[in-house]
C-alpha cells in the first residue's frame, strides 16, 4: 500500500486548519489518492448458507420453500455487505487537553475523528459521537445524514474535567442498539483490566471495537531535567520533583502501561491503535479502514 | 561591650520571618507548575523525600529571611551598651536608694544599720552624679527626687523612722523605675536596703526595669533573729451573774529565743491597764495568755495586749476592739398556731454565738406595735403577715433602716396573701414528695447574705425542701436563690434605709432538711446581721487594707493612730480610710468631740515579726532577664557618643538593601532565572 503523501497528513500541516469539515476531506483525499477505492454501495444480498430455525428468529426469513420441501423450519443466511453503524467516542476530559508541539491530544483526536467520519460517510456508513468526561456529554446518533452534525458538535466540543473512561465506555453501549463500530478515542488513563472489561461488554451487545489510544511524546518520554513542579491536568495536584532522575522508571512504568493496554484490548476482540500526535494521520486511518474492511461480512 | 535595643517591641516584628518562609514552602513554581496529563505514574514512584520537599533553594531562603531579621532589628534601633559593676565607679551616674521603713526595721540594730548604709552610697558617689531617696512600706513615699545636692539627699534620712507598716518591695521598685525613666541617665542603679523580709517580695514578679539599670540588695537584716510577738487576740463578752465581763485571750507566738524565758503580759482596756499575767515563752512556737475576765462597758471597748519589750517593739503591742454589747433584737412575729416544734432548730441556731448576741422576743402579729419596734433590729414574721396596721408600721420601720424577714411556710402558701412591703408574692404551695424534695440553686454567692458560705458553695446546695411556698419575686426585688425548678427561693428588695427579704426556704425540720444541714447555723445568723444592717466586725484589721466606715457616721471624722485629724471624702460607695498605720481609729460624725461612732483597731501584718532574710540575689528573680543583664557605668555619654551607639539602625539597614539587591539578582541570574521561564525540553523524537 503506498504512503499517503505526508504533506496532507502532517499534524503540524493539519493544525493550520480550522474547518473541520474542510480538514477531513484533506486528509481523506490525501490518504484514499492512490488507494483502491473499495466503497460499496447498494444493499445487494448473496445467498450464504441455511440453518435451522431457532426461537426468536424473525419468522419472515423462515424459507418457506424448504419447510414445504422438508416439512422442517429453516432460515436463510445472506453475506451482506450492509452499511454499518460507526460511533466515535472521543476522551473530552481535561488530560486531552496537553501537547508538547504543534497539537493537543485533543485537536489531534478531533483531526482524527473528523477524518475517520468523512471517509466513513463516503464508505455509505451511519456515523455518530459521543464525546464523554465523567459521563457522556454530547451525543449524535448514527445516521447517514448525521456528518454536518458530527463535524459541528466536534468543533465546539471543549476539553474539561476528570476522565471517568470506563465508566463512559459502559454507557456507549446505550447510544445504539445495533449492533457496529465503536471507535474510541482517549489517552487511556485507567487501568488495562478495567478498561478491557469494559470492552468486553461491548462485545458482547456485537459491537466491534477500535480503541484509537492517543499518545504525546512528552507523555513517553517525561521531559525536562531541573527541579519543577508537575500539575495534574485533570486533578490539579502538584508534585514536585526532578524529571531527570525519574525518567527511565517513568518510562518503564508507561511502556508496560501501553503494552498491557494493547494485549487486553486484544485478548478483548478489539483493535488497538496507538497513535502518536506526533505522527501523520495515515497510520490510524489504515488501522481503521482495516477494521472497517474485517467487518465487511456481517450477519 | 552589651547590646540591647531601644525599641523591643519591633521585635514582635520577627514574626515576619514566616513569610519567606511560607513562599517557599509553597514552591516558587507554583506559579508556573508543569501541566502534565496525568500523574498517576509518577505518583506510583518512590520520589526521595528532597525531591518532594518544597524548599528547594536554602540560599535564597536564607538570604530573605536575614534581610527580614535585620530589617526587624533596624527598626527595634539597637544600642550598645557597656558593662561593669556600678558601684565600684567613681564616675556620674543616677542611684536611686529605696529604704525600708516598715515595722521590722524598727528593730534596735537594724534601723541604725541601714541608716549607715545609706548614707555611706550617699557619700560614695561623686560629684556629678545625682541620687535619690525612696521610703516605703505598704507604699512607697518619694523623699528626695534625683539631684547632685548629696547633703539634700542624706538630710531626708535624718527625717525617716520605722513606721507601724508592713513591708512590699514592689511599689518601691515601680517608684524609682519611674524615677529613672524620667530623668535620662548613663548609668543606673537601685539599691534596696531593707531587712529583706521574704513578705516584701510579693508582688515583684514580671517587674520591669529599664535597660541599663542595676538591682541591688543591702541586707540590715539583725543577726540575733530572737522575736517575741502578740499575733492575735479572742476578746468575748461573758455573763457573770448580773454583770458582763469581758474575757480576752491573746496568742504569743516566738521565733529562735536562745531559751525559753517569761516575759509580763499587760492587758490594756480603754487606755486603762486592766490585767497582767506571767508568760513564759518557749524558745519557738506559740503560747496562749488568758487575762482574767474584767468587768467590761456595754459600750464599744478598745484595748491593747503588750508584752515586755524586746528587739522589736513593733509587733509587741496588739489592737483590739470588741464591738459594743449590743445584742441584737429580733421581733419573732408567730402565728397563732405556732408549735415550739416548729422554731426549734431556730431557737437553738440564733441562741449560739457572741459578738453580737442575737435574741427573740416572740410575740402575735396582732402584737407587733411602735414600742417593739423601736428596740428591734429585725422583724421575723414566721409564716405569718402582718395586721393592716402593722403592716403600716413595718412600712416605716424598714424606710428608717430596719430589716423584714418573711419566712414563708405552708400558711402563707395555702392563703396566697401578701402585702406591699413584701419582696415576693405567694401564688400557691409546691409539692415536692415525689421527687425526694427540691434542692437550692443558683445562689448570688457574691451577695452579703452568703458571705460565711462563700468557701464552701455546696453547704447549702445539700438541703432538700419536700413544701416550700410558689413566690413570684416583686418589681425591684432581687432573687438571691432559686430552687432547682426554676421557683425563686429567697428573695431581697431594699426599701428606703432597711431590707425586707423572703425566704420560701422552709426554716423547720417539717417541710425540710435544712436546719439539720451545718451550714444552717452561720446562714441564719447571717440571715439576721444582714436584715439588721450589723455585718460581723471583726476585732482587728491589718495595715494597708481600707475602712469603709458605717453610714451611720454621718460627715465622718477620722482619728488615726497619731492622732491627726483626717476627714474622708465621701462617693457613692460612701467614706472610706486608708488604713496606713497600725494603732486605734476613730470614727466622729461631724467634729471630732465626745464618744466616737466607730473604732477599728489595726495591727501591723504577723509576717513583720518573721526577721528572716531572704537571699538578696532571689529579688532579681521577679526582675526581667534581659532587663537587668546590662548595666552601664561611666561617664554620662556626650550627645554624639549617644548617636554613635545607636547608630546600628543605619547599618543594618544599608546591610539590608544589600541582602535585598543580592536577593533580586540571585532569582533573576543564573539558574534560577532559566527555572522561572522554564518548561521541559520536548524530548528526542522516537521513531513511530
Known sequence: MPAAPASFLDPAMLARISDLALLARTVVDGFMHGQHRSMRKGASLDFAQHRSYQPGDDLRRIDWRVYGRTDRFYIKEYDADTNASVVFALDSSGSMDFGSGALTKFNYARFLIASLAWLSQHQGDRIGLATFVGDLVDVVPPSVRHLQLLLHTLSRTTVKGTSQLVHSIDRLGLVTMRAGIVAIVSDCYDAPDRIGRSIDALRVRGHDVIVFHVVDPAERELPGDLPITFEDAESGVLLPLRPDELRSKYQTLINAHHLALSKRVAAAGADYVRVDIDQPLDRALHAYLDSRLSRSRVR | ?688
Open chain 2, 1 to 688: 561591650m552589651g547590646f540591647g535595643f531601644l525599641v523591643p517591641a519591633f521585635l514582635a516584628g520577627l514574626a515576619a520571618l514566616a513569610i519567606p518562609l511560607w513562599m517557599h514552602l509553597r514552591h516558587r513554581d507554583k506559579d508556573q507548575p508543569y501541566k502534565f496529563p496525568s500523574l498517576m505514574f509518577l505518583e506510583q514512584l518512590p520520589i526521595r523525600t528532597s525531591q518532594r520537599q518544597r524548599i528547594t533553594d536554602w540560599p535564597l531562603l536564607l538570604l530573605r529571611a536575614l534581610a527580614v531579621a535585620l530589617l526587624v532589628f533596624a527598626f527595634a534601633r539597637p544600642v550598645l551598651t557597656r558593662q561593669g559593676i556600678a558601684g565600684t565607679d567613681t564616675r556620674s551616674k543616677a542611684v536611686v536608694i529605696l529604704l525600708d521603713r516598715s515595722a521590722s526595721m524598727g528593730h534596735t540594730s537594724v534601723w541604725p544599720a541601714a541608716l549607715d548604709s545609706a548614707r555611706r552610697i550617699i557619700s560614695a558617689l561623686g560629684a556629678r552624679d545625682r541620687v535619690g531617696v525612696v521610703f516605703f512600706d505598704d507604699a512607697a513615699e518619694v523623699a528626695q527626687r534625683l539631684t547632685e545636692d548629696k547633703g539634700a539627699a542624706a538630710a531626708v534620712l535624718s527625717s525617716a523612722k520605722p513606721l507601724p507598716r508592713g513591708t512590699r518591695f514592689a511599689p518601691a521598685m515601680r517608684t524609682a523605675r519611674q524615677m529613672l525613666l524620667d530623668a535620662p541617665y548613663a548609668a543606673a542603679e537601685i539599691v534596696l536596703i531593707s531587712d529583706l523580709q521574704r513578705a516584701g517580695t510579693t508582688g515583684i514578679a514580671g517587674l520591669d526595669l529599664p535597660s541599663g539599670v542595676q538591682l541591688r540588695g543591702v541586707n540590715v537584716s539583725a543577726t540575733d533573729r530572737s522575736n517575741s510577738a502578740v499575733r492575735g487576740v479572742d476578746a468575748s463578752r461573758i455573763s457573770d451573774g448580773t454583770r458582763t465581763m469581758l474575757a480576752v485571750k491573746a496568742r504569743v507566738s516566738t521565733r529562735e529565743l536562745t531559751a525559753s524565758r517569761t516575759v509580763k503580759a499587760t492587758l490594756i482596756l480603754s487606755g486603762r491597764e486592766a490585767g497582767t499575767k506571767t508568760v513564759p515563752l518557749p524558745a519557738s512556737g506559740e503560747t496562749v495568755v488568758t487575762f482574767d475576765p474584767v468587768v467590761a462597758l456595754a459600750s464599744a471597748v478598745s484595748g491593747t495586749v503588750t508584752l515586755e519589750g524586746d528587739a522589736l517593739a513593733a509587733d509587741d503591742s496588739f489592737f483590739f476592739v470588741v464591738p459594743r454589747e449590743d445584742p441584737l433584737r429580733v421581733a419573732f412575729v408567730l402565728p397563732e398556731d405556732a408549735s415550739g416544734e416548729e422554731t426549734l432548730f431556730l431557737d437553738r441556731a440564733l441562741a449560739i454565738g457572741r459578738t453580737p448576741e442575737i435574741t427573740l422576743d416572740r410575740l402575735r402579729a396582732a402584737a407587733l406595735n411602735a414600742a417593739v419596734l423601736r428596740d428591734a433590729a429585725v422583724v421575723l414574721l414566721w409564716d405569718v403577715t402582718p395586721t393592716a396596721s402593722g403592716a403600716e408600721l413595718l412600712e416605716k420601720y424598714v424606710s428608717d433602716g430596719g430589716g423584714v424577714i418573711y419566712a414563708a411556710g405552708r400558711r402563707l402558701g395555702s392563703q396566697r396573701t401578701s402585702s406591699s412591703l413584701a419582696p415576693a408574692r405567694i401564688t400557691g404551695t409546691a409539692d415536692r414528695l415525689v421527687d425526694r424534695g427540691g434542692t437550692l440553686t443558683q445562689l448570688h454567692l457574691e451577695h452579703a447574705l452568703f458571705a460565711p458560705l462563700r468557701s464552701t458553695p455546696e453547704a447549702l446546695g445539700g438541703a432538700r425542701f419536700l413544701r416550700y411556698p410558689r413566690i413570684d419575686a416583686a418589681s425591684g426585688a432581687e432573687v438571691l436563690a432559686r430552687f432547682d425548678d426554676g421557683l425563686p427561693a429567697i428573695v431581697e428588695r431594699r426599701v428606703g434605709s432597711g431590707r425586707v427579704l423572703m425566704l420560701a426556704t422552709p426554716l423547720d425540720a417539717l417541710s425540710g432538711d435544712l436546719p439539720l444541714q451545718p451550714a444552717f447555723l452561720p446562714f441564719v445568723r447571717q440571715l439576721m446581721l444582714h436584715a439588721s444592717g450589723r455585718d460581723a466586725v471583726p476585732l482587728w484589721r491589718t495595715t494597708a487594707e481600707s475602712w469603709s466606715l458605717p453610714d451611720a457616721v454621718r460627715d465622718p471624722v477620722v482619728r488615726i493612730p497619731d492622732q491627726s485629724l483626717l476627714r474622708p471624702k465621701a462617693d457613692s460607695m460612701g467614706s472610706a480610710v486608708p488604713l496606713a498605720d497600725a494603732g486605734l481609729y476613730s470614727a466622729y460624725a461631724g467634729t471630732a468631740t465626745g464618744a466616737p461612732g466607730a473604732y477599728l483597731a489595726v495591727n501591723v501584718p504577723s509576717s513583720e515579726s518573721d526577721l528572716t532574710p531572704i537571699d538578696p540575689k532571689e529579688l532579681l528573680l521577679g526582675v526581667r532577664e534581659s532587663e537587668r543583664a546590662a548595666v552601664t557605668s561611666g561617664a554620662p555619654p556626650t550627645n554624639d557618643e549617644l548617636e554613635r551607639r545607636q547608630n546600628g539602625w543605619r547599618l543594618l539597614l544599608i546591610v539590608v538593601a544589600l541582602a535585598l539587591l543580592g536577593e533580586t539578582f540571585m532569582s533573576t541570574r543564573g539558574w534560577r532565572a532559566v527555572a522561572r521561564r522554564y518548561r521541559p525540553a520536548m524530548p528526542e523524537r522516537s521513531e513511530p
